[in-house]
Nanobody, 124 residues
Framework: QVQLVESGGGLVQTGDSLRLSCVAS??????YAWFRQAPGKEREFVAA????????KYADSVKGRSFIFRDNVKNTLLLQMNSLKPEDTGVYFC???????????????????WGQGTQVTVSS
């Protein structure tokens, strides 16, 4: 049974850093990603990478202050976010896709498995 379980969200202040974790179990994947959904808005892409690594993609809104990577030993997907802004507030979801790709997809429809989400709130 495939499971993705996020953790690491919380209430932080503008300028703080946060590391989100997602423990993946049940199989290996081709790509993984983080999406987020702000209140009243649709879910949007944040970052993605291939399972092998080295092909990270970032949304323009987080580029330069975020880092997506994977802990091979713990089978954990990670998103490091720095210099957080109030507009980073939302529920963050990890997602995983089967199949090997040269580049990770950035569309929700390309991801087969999803976590339940973790809330991140950035106060001004």
């Amino acid at each position: 049974q495939v499971q993705l379980v996020e953790s690491g969200g919380g209430l932080v202040q503008t300028g703080d850093s946060l590391r989100l974790s997602c423990v993946a179990s049940g199989r290996t994947f081709g790509s993984y990603a983080w999406f987020r959904q702000a209140p009243g808005k649709e879910r949007e892409f944040v970052a993605a990478n291939t399972w092998r690594g080295g092909a990270a993609k970032y949304a323009d809104s987080v580029k330069g202050r975020s880092f997506i990577f994977r802990d091979n030993v713990k089978n954990t997907l990670l998103l490091q976010m720095n210099s957080l802004k109030p507009e980073d507030t939302g529920v963050y979801f990890c997602a995983a896709a089967s199949g090997t790709r040269r580049l990770p997809p950035t569309e929700e429809r390309d991801y087969d498995y999803w976590g339940q989400g973790t809330q991140v709130t950035v106060s001004s």
